[in-house]
């Protein structure tokens, strides 16, 4: 327990929860933060580890009590500032409930608890022959429920659909502490408003998600061809993942790395790889089609003007992927960094490109991007000094948000609104859709003890 | 115009839309009904066939001022009574807003109106190379508006998704008139609520759909092959069916007929199917996969004691889709039919057989069965003389729809509730969501002129 009186609705919570009611100065400075760099001024009042159902819904019963406001929180892993605690707040974590509760083979679907850890989820499915298919590149340390919690993307998104697709129904607390079920096991189901899509994506403002029945997938049999390219600009390389989807071939995984990111991995491996070209285009297929799929692809990126090499041994794929999963530690070498997370349409990347490229002529700043280009899902970095993102970062940012909705495009692609693109919001969905959408938070949360200060 | 003095609100309409509002008795006839057979005891005051967004709003803002209900309609096709007309309602038709306004083959996506027919929209891709994937089995006289209204399903579930999976952004008129844009044209994209899929599926009762962009798949190239099985009883091949999914197989159509509706369909048809089998089970492949996936299930199809034939031939593919497209006119010769719609978990479906045997015994009637196998949906037809659906029909029908939701199902797969499953909302949904989607339906409409009495 801290020096200080703890507050009223602390002494409730651990009269209530005990040992799940956590105090101490580690615990609520690791609640400050979350991937993106960001930490909030004041550590929270206490995280409270609940380990059930019944847990969660005493925490809830006991905030709306006291009129406090509770950050629920996954593995904080988030890069919007969604789940970070602040001054007066709870942090609600549910990452011990990490329990797979259900796999059914013949359904296709699981009952997981929303702390499991994505990867883990998939370790445990793999021996069924099984797998969820929403893969964001923080499979490894993110929870399905913060999966679902931001409708996590990821590199499969093309072929294999966002996180919503996977999700057929939710268990959800509300901030009254009563208990919902949304959805059902079958596949299909319209019975009433679908209130399962909409709480994906919600960003822990509409209820707290304490288990989760998500569709699964097949493992697909056969090999996964990859295949790296070298192009001479990223103009060429995004052009050519374009025509790659106008061909009509949907791969599995299609990822492009811009000059500057070959220039920080490069370095960080210690390979010459500027020397190869000034944009990189990872591809790999899979399925029954795959062979064929990587050979017609091969032709593709060469008639585009990429050097391209095509593998399905596992040493030399592992060499052609490392380029492109060296982007995160190659980016922490240069300072902090700020991931965006714009989308557009696919046949846009080159304009997209195009936009980003003024923003650094405009700013004098370099601006590394990679892009999930199967989605047209662009993650450019911006680097700098210190913790705090500068202003004149915002400005850019600002005017690569604009570029992207005006492409068709939108602000956020898979990372969320969170904190960080609160003053964005109102602009992308316009003042009328922006007030509908605060008034049914509060149909959920009427005193808006739920994630207050986030998304809206 | 009728001979008693037209509403104000009628006058009102006519004064601003001019032909647009259209008051003869035959127009309003054809509004008081939809496919389910219900009809509604009193004519709509007026049918609005609008030809443009501005009519679609002015509409709205006459029937808001003059507090008057507004019920959407498209091909007026549903089987839940959901676009049906009554005693002092606008019935607002969408069907002459019937245009493709965009085909995108390098974002695979387009723009349509609602009132475009699915399959109208389909043959119009076709030249691309492109596809529509919801597939309704009234794609050939349903609208797209519609199918994203009721979130319609049909017989590609399992493989291609449901309605919302293809709906990236919608264009919507609310209750007052306002225009409101939801969603974006990239694949990705979270910026705040999903208010996308909260619309699909919504059946008019939060606002007016104008305008949709979709997503789209490439045309399925090679060969679909076709299986056509008996079996011996419904169950077999209901465990046949189980047994096709529980193998990793997702076959792009599974379709189940029982034995009461082979009955039915042999004697439309003039063909002695029912000497064959008790039940029949049709499954088609498709993709890169299709022939070792459809040899894969003729061996397994036998070894569940199936009698499988499998051809590549359209003329014998034809024969074998036959039996199946049948079904409808089959049941149209045996009396009023009122098709039911429950889904089970794919696992479920032997169970939920075994439970309509049981209704079938207790009330001494006969329930000719299909179902969408590969999803667990099944259509369950009570047959009856006149044009109300008799009380003890109801009573089974509660039965049943207890017995999915007892499963993990639900009692609407894909047809909706309307306005014939009302009395049952509130019992899958339980009290508080039951309570929470009318709160939800309020922040769109807070007069609730649109579509009332119907879903809630």
Redesign the interface.
């Known amino acids: 327990m801290p020096a200080a009186t703890p507050a009223p609705v602390v002494l409730a919570l651990a009269a209530a929860l005990g040992s799940s009611v956590v105090t101490d100065a580690a615990a609520l400075r690791d609640a400050q933060a979350d991937k993106s760099g960001h930490r909030s001024a004041v550590p929270p009042l206490a995280v409270v580890a609940a380990r059930t159902v019944a847990e969660v819904q005493q925490t809830l019963r006991i905030a709306s009590a006291h009129g406090t406001p509770v950050v629920t929180r996954g593995a904080g892993t988030g890069l919007a500032g969604g789940a970070i605690g602040s001054a007066g707040e709870i942090v609600l974590s549910t990452l011990a409930m990490d329990r797979l509760l259900e796999v ?6 699981a009952v997981v608890e929303p702390g499991i850890i994505n990867a883990a989820l998939n370790e445990q499915l793999a021996p069924h ?1 099984l797998w969820f298919t929403p893969d964001p590149a923080s499979r490894a340390i993110s929870t399905v429920g913060g999966n679902i919690a ?2 996590a ?1 990821g590199l499969l ?2 072929k294999y ?2 996180t ?2 996977s999700v057929l129904g939710l268990t959800v607390v ?1 901030a009254d502490g ?1 208990l ?3 959805g ?12 399962t ?2 709480m ?3 960003e822990g ?2 209820g707290v998600i304490v288990e989760a029945t998500v569709r699964l997938r ?1 493992l697909v049999p056969g090999i996964t061809p990859t295949i790296g390219a070298y192009f001479a600009d990223v103009r060429a390389a995004a052009a050519a993942s ?1 025509a790659v ?2 061909a ?1 071939i ?1 791969p599995a995984v299609m990822e492009l790395v811009d000059a500057a990111s070959l220039d920080a991995i490069g370095a960080l491996l210690g390979l010459p790889l500027r020397e190869r070209g000034a944009a990189y285009l990872l591809v790999q297929t899979d ?3 795959a062979e ?1 799929e990587a050979a017609q692809l091969l032709a593709l990126l060469a008639a585009a003007g990429g050097t391209a090499e095509l593998t399905t041994d596992a040493a030399e794929a592992a060499r052609l992927l490392e380029v492109r999963r060296a982007m995160h530690p190659a980016m922490e070498r240069l300072g902090t960094t700020l991931i965006e997370d714009v ?5 846009a990347l080159p304009a997209m490109f195009d936009a980003i490229a003024a923003i650094e002529r405009k700013y004098g700043m370099v601006i590394p991007t990679i892009a ?1 280009a199967g ?3 662009l993650h450019p970095n911006f680097v700098f000094e210190g913790p705090d993102v500068p202003e004149h970062v915002w400005q850019a940012a600002d005017e690569m948000f604009q570029a992207a909705i005006a492409l ?10 969170g904190l960080l ?1 609160r003053r964005w ?1 109102r602009g ?3 003042d ?3 007030e ?2 605060q ?3 509060r ?2 949360d009427p005193a808006g003890i739920l994630n207050p200060g986030k ?1 809206f």
Chains 1, 2 share one sequence.
């Open positions: 059914n083979a013949a359904d296709e679907l022959g931001t409708n993307g998104c093309a659909g966002v919503r697709d509300l009563r919902l079920e949304l059902h096991r079958s596949v299909k189901g319209v019975t009433g408003l679908d209130l899509a909409l994906v994506g919600s403002t509409l097949r374009a989807t106008a009509g949907r399925g029954a089609a064929a989308a557009v349409p696919r046949s999930h989605d047209g899902n068709g495009g939108t602000l956020t692609g898979e990372h969320g609104i693109k919001l992308e969905l316009g009328e859709q922006f509908l959408q008034q049914i938070k149909v959920f998304v």
